[in-house]
């Protein structure tokens, strides 16, 4: 049977859900996010310093931690888990217009506040849709096919977004990035009325209820799936990491690296065109050699992608291509170890689980963009060195320290020659 055979037949068999995220995603990578890939710039050009921009990291990972056990618990409680994300995608549709039109970066500020707040909503939501769209046994093979499809998509919509902003007057103009923000803003509303229409409830077991007290109904969910601690200490871990370099990561390119809208755009090109020839050959291997073991391999190749972002010379921006080829190349090989995961926790459990994972990720998130900002004042390659750090010295133990029998696996025994490492 041929590749297009078997992608009809992949296709014919999947949910509608599945569908429908798949269409939603492709919309978003399109125009969704046009004005959203230089959102640091743009705050910075509104006057914001590295400190601000930091502040405004943790300002948003308070907000998630403040939000994040109630918003798993609704989640958990709510029966019509569609209705929910809806409201939570109709609060949010304002966003983007505000981003538009904001007059200073004060205005923006408050604007991701908001934004991270109706995401407590669609955040779990949604995941929880996505997973329940797909079985254990396809889960690799439908990521696949949704990363896939969304790289063949990303290789012209970094351009289109670099065209755009070019065209309206260039990174260094302010009311250059109002009418990208408006765009997405049109966007949005075709993709809320998309989803709308065409999602479905979804079906699944929910478990009888041993709740007690809010703490007692959260935690719960440590008692029936031992391996989410070692699971928990590795996110908060990674997430401290990342959160002390990412807000900064743009301004990284165009102010110590001298990378301009059209280099930023093609390390956007060549993640997605990496993404798009190595998925399903990643895919395949993660299936045959073990999802797991595949996860860990892919932290040395997201070291390797930090060294070539550290010693690429100012006077050759176009060497970050290098980093984002290789970062791509670990976030393919990532995709066993994303589809592991999906299946490690039940859907029952999944909104508690999540209220608990961005709680203490985002508490830790509070203090990392600042001490980031602090860093950068002293040398912006500092940050690069300490996630290579993390990467090549902990990422693999943490991973490792994850024992392999999560109760979700339940289709795991129908297909027992699929490797977890």
């Known amino acids: 049977m041929g590749f297009v055979d078997d992608f009809r037949e992949f296709w014919g068999n999947q949910s509608r859900n599945f569908k429908v995220f798949l269409v939603r995603d492709m919309i978003g990578t399109l125009l969704g996010n046009i004005g959203g890939r230089y959102g640091t710039i743009y705050m910075s050009n509104l006057g914001a310093s590295a400190v601000d921009i930091g502040l405004l990291s943790s300002v948003l990972s308070l907000v998630r931690t403040l939000l994040s056990l109630p918003g798993g618990i609704l989640t958990d409680r709510v029966k019509r888990i569609k209705r929910l994300y809806l409201t939570g995608r109709l609060l949010m549709l304002p966003v983007n217009l505000l981003k538009a039109v904001a007059i200073g970066w004060?205005?923006?500020f408050y604007t991701r506040v908001y934004e991270v707040m109706t995401f407590r909503i669609t955040m779990p939501t949604g995941n929880i849709l996505s997973i329940a769209s797909i079985t254990n046994r396809d889960r690799v093979r439908g990521l696949v096919m949704n990363r896939t499809v969304i790289a063949a998509i990303g290789l012209i919509a970094p351009i289109l977004s670099a065209y755009a902003i070019t065209y309206f007057g260039g990174l260094e103009s302010v009311e250059s990035f109002r009418p990208l923000f408006?765009?997405?803003?049109?966007?949005?509303?075709?993709?809320?009325?998309?989803?709308?229409?065409?999602?479905?409830?979804?079906?699944f077991e929910r478990k009888a209820s041993q709740e007690g007290s809010v703490l007692q109904s959260t935690f719960y969910i440590f008692r029936q799936v031992p391996g989410l601690r070692g699971l928990l200490l590795l996110n908060v871990v990674r997430t401290f990491f990342m959160e002390i370099r990412m807000p900064l990561m743009q301004l990284?390119?165009?102010?110590?690296?001298?990378a301009d809208a059209f280099v930023i755009a093609y390390m956007g090109t060549i993640s997605t065109a990496v993404t798009l020839l190595l998925s399903v050959p990643m895919g395949n291997v993660a299936d045959r050699?073990?999802?797991?073991?595949?996860?860990?391999?892919?932290?040395?190749?997201?070291?390797?992608?930090?060294l070539a972002a550290i010693f690429t010379p100012a006077s050759q921006p176009e060497w970050l291509l290098l980093y984002s080829f290789l970062s791509s190349v670990g976030g393919a090989m990532d995709v066993g170890?994303?589809?592991?995961?999906?299946?490690?926790?039940?859907?029952?459990?999944?909104?508690?689980?999540?209220?608990?994972?961005?709680?203490?990720?985002?508490?830790?998130s509070i203090p990392a963009p600042i001490i980031g900002g602090l860093i950068w004042a002293i040398n912006p390659d500092?940050?690069?060195?300490?996630?290579?750090?993390f990467y090549l010295f902990l990422a693999?133990?943490?991973?490792?320290?994850?024992p392999e029998d999560g109760v979700a696996l339940e289709e795991e025994a129908e297909n027992p020659t699929e490797g977890d490492g």
């Not at 408006?182 to 079906?203: D, G």
């Open 106 to 108: 004060p205005m923006y």
């Open 337 to 364: 170890w994303n589809a592991y995961i999906q299946g490690y926790i039940p859907l029952d459990l999944r909104g508690r689980w999540m209220g608990v994972n961005t709680m203490a990720t985002a508490l830790i």
């Open 182 to 203: 408006m765009i997405q803003f049109a966007v949005s509303i075709v993709v809320f009325l998309l989803l709308a229409t065409q999602l479905e409830e979804p079906e």
């Open 396 to 402: 693999i133990p943490l991973r490792m320290s994850i």
């Open 289 to 306: 050699v073990g999802r797991r073991k595949m996860g860990y391999i892919s932290q040395v190749v997201y070291a390797a992608c930090i």
């Open 382 to 389: 500092y940050l690069w060195w300490i996630s290579f750090v």
């Open 252 to 258: 990284y390119y165009y102010e110590v690296k001298n």
